[in-house]
């Protein structure tokens, strides 16, 4: 009976010890609120209103989220970025990263393009208005610091 009672002793400790051990590598995650984000990006933009269809069904195609962010990313380089509003909508528009889907490996999606600033806003308005109802989603770390990004939730988040 007193090697049983040992056994299980020592058995319990590893076991205690193992469980410590291994809840400590675990990264800390948080939850990135792309609903927020999408509205605080609207916010940004003067009100406008887009009127082609055409741009209008491709900015509402789901399958297309991911490869318009990216277009209106690369937009968004193209313009002069010194207003501290462009700065933090290019610091959000970075975060929705996490929150859609990589776009199709090898397919031949086109996203939407801008021809200047106006036609941009007014594109990324409706976009990010179809964007609201984007669920949270679990980052692998929180948000850390990032030089440059103005806004009320500064950093950026490991999906």
Avoid: W
Avoid at 65 to 82: G, H, P, Q
Avoid at 114 to 129: C, M, P
Wanted: proline residues 6%; charged residues 20%.
């Amino acid at each position: 009976m007193v090697l049983a009672s040992s056994t299980t002793s020592t058995f319990s400790t590893l076991l205690l010890l193992l469980l410590l051990f291994h809840s400590g590598l675990q990264a800390p995650t948080s939850m990135l609120n792309c609903s927020s984000i999408a509205k605080e990006i609207k916010e940004k933009l003067p009100k406008s209103k887009l009127n082609d269809t055409d741009q209008r069904a491709n900015l509402m195609n789901v399958t297309l989220r991911r490869v318009n962010l990216n277009k209106f990313l690369e937009s968004l380089e193209s313009f002069d970025a010194k207003d501290k509003i462009e700065i933090g909508i290019k610091c959000n528009l970075q975060r929705l990263k996490c929150c859609l889907p990589e776009p199709v490996k090898g397919s031949k999606l086109t996203g939407v393009s801008s021809e200047n600033l106006k036609d941009f806003q007014e594109k990324l308005r409706f976009y990010v208005i179809q964007l609201y109802n984007l669920p949270p989603v679990l980052t692998s770390r929180p948000p850390q610091p990032t030089s440059g990004c103005v806004t009320s939730n500064p950093g950026t988040e490991e999906c």
